[in-house]
Nanobody
Framework: QAQLVESGGGSVQAGGSLRLSCVRS????????MGWFRRQAPGKGREGVA????????RYAESVKGRFTISKDNAKNSMYLQMNNLAPEDTGMYFC?????????????????WGQGTQVTVSS
């Protein structure tokens, strides 16, 4: 099964930017529905942040619209999340996942496989 590996997390001050990457080792992302999710605190569930479907149409959670941009680079088997104007409430562990092409919204019920996550910490 193809492995997903996230990177790019870190610690920034409010208003700063980060770019997360998700590489799908050895397999193309061009025909996939993919998404970014986050868990804002241990024990809390993961929430959808952004998804990108097989036509590269993006969808965003209301809380990140206008600040985050999701994209794919098929040549690099990668998906990205550009995060600008970060706020403390964006703090959390960010995960990438593969979804089902027929249901690629952030509230779609079936996602997986998942990456291991990358931590984003935003200080005020």
């Amino acid at each position: 099964q193809a492995q997903l590996v996230e990177s790019g997390g870190g610690s920034v001050q409010a208003g700063g930017s980060l770019r997360l990457s998700c590489v799908r080792s050895g397999f193309s992302v061009s025909s996939l529905c993919m998404g970014w999710f986050r868990r804002q605190a241990p024990g809390k569930g993961r929430e959808g942040v952004a998804t990108i479907d097989t036509s590269s149409t993006p969808r965003y959670a209301e809380s990140v619209k206008g600040r985050f941009t999701i994209s794919k680079d098929n040549a690099k088997n990668s998906m990205y999340l550009q995060m600008n104007n970060l706020a403390p409430e964006d703090t959390g562990m960010y995960f990438c996942a593969v979804g089902r092409p027929w249901d690629c919204g952030i509230n779609a019920p079936v996602w997986g496989p998942w990456g291991q996550g990358t931590q984003v910490t935003v200080s005020s």
